[in-house]
């Protein structure tokens, strides 16, 4: 089974251009996208944020992916969230999946194709970044950062701004969502926004970690053949590497780049449980 995976296009066109291409060429079986797929609504017009991603979901994301679909033949595309989009962008989400255009992966239920089962999960430690839908603290006992920011309002349709304090009180932590996942029986890939604390793919400028310690322990303890990531997009300029391992979980972070489209692509021999190649490659 041939897997494509990209993240971070944050609603360039470009690089979903790109990205098709790739698709064309490579006829992937599934292609896997890591979260922050939607542009950024304007902070400069409050009035519309959080209103300009559903919008984009079903209009240009919605013709990116049918057209990916048609052009690349692939069986299924599969999505998360991350940490630059907007909760008000799941119901729009959720009706291409009712469509059957895309597949959203959460940790809960496990997705399964050809023997091949997928876990996906869209939520990052807390950054300096506005947008707290898909944050959370990464431990319990952490401290909340400084920087507050806003949750998306479904009763008002808005979004609702708040300090750190109360963003991140009542909402479990990553380690507390990701003890609720339950490893399938069959080989399996996780896919996860944020990359694993101290490893070569959460490296920011300056070899800072930004990577999620909960994240890296639910690896450790489950396993998977692969798991999938982004959130750090100069992580493999600054490391060297998109790939490296956790036990025998191979770990991949493309990353992302203004000029090209980074992407990843696995063979996997799915009966014998092994990925059997792997590679990052830049399409532009
Ligand atoms: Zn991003």
Redesign the pocket.
């Known amino acids: 089974m041939r897997l494509l995976y990209t ?2 296009l ?1 609603g360039s066109q470009k690089h979903y251009d790109w990205l098709l291409e790739v698709a064309e060429s490579l006829k992937p079986d599934l292609v896997v996208l890591g979260g ?1 797929l939607l542009p950024d609504d304007s902070a400069i017009k409050p009035e519309t944020l959080g209103h300009g991603q559903p919008t984009y979901v079903r209009s240009q994301f919605r013709d990116n992916i049918a057209n990916l679909r048609d052009r690349s033949a692939c069986r299924k595309v599969f999505v998360i969230f ?1 940490n ?1 989009d907007w909760a008000s962008s799941v119901p729009a989400m959720e009706e291409l999946a009712g469509e059957g255009l895309v597949t959203i992966l959460d940790h809960r239920r496990a997705v399964k194709v050809s023997g091949l089962s997928f876990l996906g999960y869209s939520c990052t430690p807390p950054t300096p970044w506005y947008v707290k839908d898909f944050e959370r603290l990464d431990k319990p006992g952490d401290r909340a950062p400084l920087l507050g920011g806003a949750c998306w309002n479904a009763r008002f349709s808005r979004p609702v701004h708040h300090g750190a304090e109360v963003l991140f009180e009542d909402v479990k932590t990553i380690a507390e969502e990701l003890a609720l996942v339950s490893a399938p029986e069959d080989p399996w890939v996780f896919v996860i926004h944020a990359p694993p604390l101290g490893t070569a793919l959460d490296q920011a400028y300056g070899h800072k970690s930004y990577g999620s310690a909960a994240i890296s322990d639910v690896l450790k303890k489950h396993q998977p053949l692969l798991s999938l990531h ?2 750090i ?1 100069e992580s493999p300029r600054v490391s060297g590497k998109c790939r490296d391992t956790i036990g025998k979980t191979i770990a991949i972070n493309p990353g ?1 780049s203004g000029r090209c489209l980074n992407f990843a692509v696995a063979e996997i021999d799915v009966a014998a449980g092994a990925v059997t190649k792997i590679e990052c490659g830049q399409q532009s």
Do not use: A, E, L, P
């Open positions: 993240s971070d944050h922050d991350g630059h982004g959130h997009h992302q």
